[in-house]
């Protein structure tokens, strides 16, 4: 079965520093990998996500995320932190080939200090 | 463009009664899923449909039936609440395909307390 790992559900940066979110997956076969984020009391949206090909991912607001096969990691990044950033980030699973449920990490709260 | 509309945004319920969470999506996408959030849990898959006219068992669909109207919409039926059944529930939609990456998009949720 797919799964996925977030590690540390609550992360505190400070303004303007390195912002770094870990996610892992189990795989047996190659997986697509999302990031969401969640707004208070929104839905969520798509971050970015990594199918095939390049392995450094760019999403939106300067978030990248990097697929890293042999560490099986998906870790997001974003280079210098906003206040705007502040939220609950989720990891997600999908295998490619044929009809697969997307699986999520528990995901991982940022609060930006100013 | 709307996206994916959950109605009701907000309900409460007393133990025993029973209500239905409605969802409608315009990208004419085939698969359509449920999942409620709990603090500390993430998101979990309560059911599913592939394509219109099939539905599926999730993780945790104990306590919930569905329905999967036509191809825009998928509701969520409580038959009897409980106080367990307290959470946050969304709608999400995607269109799930061999070599088409299937990223979910979803609703703003509804907010579901059972007293």
């Known amino acids: 079965a797919q799964s996925v790992t977030q590690l540390g559900s609550h992360v505190s940066v400070s303004e303007g520093a390195l912002v770094l979110l870990r996610c892992n997956y189990s795989?047996?076969?190659?997986?697509?990998l999302f990031w969401y984020v969640q707004y208070p009391n929104q839905g969520l949206q798509l971050l970015l996500k990594?199918?095939?090909?390049?392995?450094l991912v760019k999403g939106i607001n300067g978030f990248e995320a990097e697929f890293k096969k042999s560490e099986t990691s998906f870790h997001l990044t974003k280079p210098s932190a906003h206040m705007s950033d502040a939220a609950e980030y989720f990891c997600?699973?999908?295998?490619?080939?044929?009809?697969?449920?997307?699986?999520f990490g528990i995901g991982t709260k940022l609060q930006v200090i100013p | 463009n709307a996206g994916v509309t959950q109605t009701p945004k907000f309900q409460v319920l007393k133990t025993g009664q029973s209500m239905t969470l409605q969802c409608a999506q315009d990208?004419?996408?085939?698969?359509m899923y449920w999942y409620r959030q709990d603090p500390g849990m993430g998101l979990r898959l309560i059911y599913y449909?592939?394509?219109?006219?099939?539905?599926d068992k999730g993780e945790v669909p104990n306590g919930y039936n569905v329905s999967r109207l036509n191809k825009r919409e998928f509701s969520l039926r409580l038959e009897s609440a409980a106080p367990s059944q307290t959470s946050v529930y969304f709608c999400?939609?995607?269109?799930?395909?061999?070599?088409?990456?299937?990223?979910?998009?979803f609703g703003e949720g509804s907010r579901l307390t059972v007293l």
């Open positions: 999400a939609s995607s269109e799930v395909q061999t070599r088409v990456t299937g990223e979910l998009f």
């Open positions: 795989s047996s076969v190659p997986p697509y």
């Open positions: 990594y199918t095939t090909g390049a392995t």
């Open positions: 997600a699973v999908r295998y490619s080939g044929g009809y697969q449920k997307v699986t």
């Open positions: 990208m004419n996408h085939n698969s």
């Open positions: 449909s592939a394509s219109e006219g099939t539905t």
